[in-house]
């Protein structure tokens, strides 16, 4: 048997009244609910979507065009509480400086700052996709996209209930469903596809269901250039394959239920490295390998159970990872996260996933009731990875400021602050994030040896940043994480951009200088 297991409330609760009775949902409370971004798009300076923006409510397609095209800019924020059954038949193009839409599909076509969530009696799109196309800082929420079709009638989005393509960045998609009513013959393609540079990417607390295909990372072979992408608290359930498929780049998924597999289910091929832990597969068939094709992709396992899985053998284009999966690879991950016991995963994720759920999330407890299966936790056979979350070392730096001709930038500013302050070797100027927490970056026109920095608050504030990391942007791995500002050194690591990312601080910061070293 299972293990009992517990969910968040709290602020979540008082979001689903609100969307019970309609009352308006701003993107602060939205944001506050879920507890904020995770995963991959809280890197690349975070996913926020419309906070701080004008806040509209749409009941039809044309009206969240609309929304989009009547900002002040395609950047300008804005949160689209949505209410109703969007379709076909409400929907239309607008045109205006801030949108490029389209008839058949609700089009995020190169815009950023963008949240839409489900309020009141929930939001349905009926046969009718979401496309998120050259767009960065977007937010999808509380939603339920269904049955999307590429061939009969109607069609819309290429059969993709949500789809992503072309430079796409920082998308956190969060307590959403998405269905079909069959696979390809039917007429229907994936619930959930990246392709064409799409990255820093988070589904969570969703549920994908009734489809051949649940979704993928790359469209071929050649398409690798996509990644960092995180699946957390998710249900997958009654899919042939692709849960997700990858083609290159590199994926985290934990703490999901897998039901009802019927071909594969984490397809890693093409190079692609994946970290699998903590997920309950069940009632499926070779749920984590390489897949119709002789490409292999890589992937480190722990803490998973497999219940009632079957597996084929290894053979020319098919090579499972089962029936005793071993990892093939080590997986970095630059984030923080909490992980629950994979035996309390079908119970956490039947309380939390999809939409309509009152935006609940795990508060990880999990009380152990009887007995359960053991998961399979090996060992990864490549040596074990230098942690990249070393204790910071308090010694000044010495030698040339690197930050000093360089250039930065950062996730935004509070007013009459700049980001070239931070280099300009005055500590009486000064950077702030716009509220107390943000990141802060110094980037060079090549690669650069760094082993050192010192993060030197204004006068008067010090003491105000809380805890930190210290993140190679080129990468995403994390070189240094702590509490307070002033110096870390950490191994010597050649880059073009690093950020000192504020994860919270008892007021707003003022980072005089970011100074940076080689040691």
């Not at 210290?470 to 307070?484: F, P, Q, Y």
Request: overall charge negative; proline content about 4%.
């Amino acid at each position: 048997m299972r293990r009992a297991a517990a969910v968040r409330l709290s602020a979540a609760l008082a979001a689903a009244v609100a969307a019970a009775t309609g009352a308006a949902l701003s993107a602060h409370d939205v944001a506050a609910a879920a507890g904020g971004a995770t995963g991959y798009a809280t890197q690349n300076g975070g996913t926020t979507g419309g906070a701080g923006g004008q806040t509209v409510r749409a009941t039809t397609g044309t009206a969240i065009h609309a929304a989009l095209c009547d900002r002040a800019s395609t950047s300008t924020p804005i949160t689209i509480q949505v209410e109703g059954t969007i379709d076909h038949g409400n929907t239309s193009k607008v045109s205006g400086d801030g949108c490029d839409t389209a008839d058949d599909r609700i089009e995020l076509k190169g815009i950023s700052n963008v949240t839409i969530v489900g309020v009141g009696g929930g939001a349905v799109f009926d046969q009718l996709g979401i496309h998120i196309r050259d767009s960065s800082n977007i937010i999808v929420q509380n939603v339920n996209v269904r049955n999307v079709k590429k061939s009969g009638s109607p069609t819309s989005n290429g059969g993709d209930a949500i789809g992503m393509e072309s430079d796409v960045r920082n998308v956190w998609v969060d307590h959403a469903t998405l269905e079909a009513s069959g696979g390809e013959d039917e007429g229907y393609d994936g619930l959930f596809d990246m392709k064409d540079n799409t990255r820093y990417v988070t589904l969570s607390y969703s549920v994908l269901r009734n489809s051949g295909r649940g979704g993928l990372i790359g469209s071929s072979e050649s398409d690798t250039s996509n990644g960092f992408v995180t699946f957390h608290h998710n249900l997958y359930q009654n899919i042939d394959s692709r849960t997700p498929l990858l083609r290159g780049g590199t994926a985290h998924s934990y703490d999901n239920h897998f039901v009802g597999l019927a071909k594969s289910g984490i397809n890693s091929r093409a190079g692609a490295h994946i970290k699998v832990e903590n997920n309950y597969f069940e009632d499926s068939k070779d749920v984590l390998g390489t897949f119709y094709t002789d490409a292999l992709g890589y992937w480190q396992v722990a803490g998973n159970i497999y219940d009632n899985v079957t597996w084929t053998g290894e053979g020319e284009e098919n090579h499972p990872a089962g029936p005793d999966p071993q990892s093939n690879t080590s997986v970095g991950i630059p984030y923080s996260y909490s992980l629950d016991d994979a035996a309390c995963v079908p119970d956490i994720v039947s309380q939390t996933a999809g939409a309509n759920k009152g935006l609940r999330t795990s508060d990880g407890n999990c009380a152990p009731q009887s007995p359960t299966p053991t998961p399979t936790d090996p060992t990864p056979t490549d040596p074990t990875p230098t942690p990249t979350d070393p204790t910071p070392t308090p010694t000044v730096p010495s030698g040339t400021n690197l930050s000093i001709g360089a250039g930065s930038d950062g996730s935004g500013k509070a007013d009459g602050t700049s980001y070239g302050n931070v280099r300009d070797g005055d500590m009486g100027t000064y950077w702030s994030p716009a509220g107390t927490t943000g990141s802060i970056s110094i980037k060079w026109g090549s690669a650069t040896a760094v082993s050192a920095v010192d993060v030197r608050e204004a006068a008067g504030t010090a003491g105000t940043i809380g805890s930190w990391q210290l993140i190679d942007h080129d990468t995403g791995a994390v070189l240094a994480s702590g509490t307070g500002a002033g110096a870390v050194s950490f191994a010597r690591t050649e880059l073009r951009k690093i950020t000192f990312k504020i994860i919270s601080a008892s007021g707003t910061p003022r980072v005089a200088e970011f100074e940076t070293y080689a040691g």
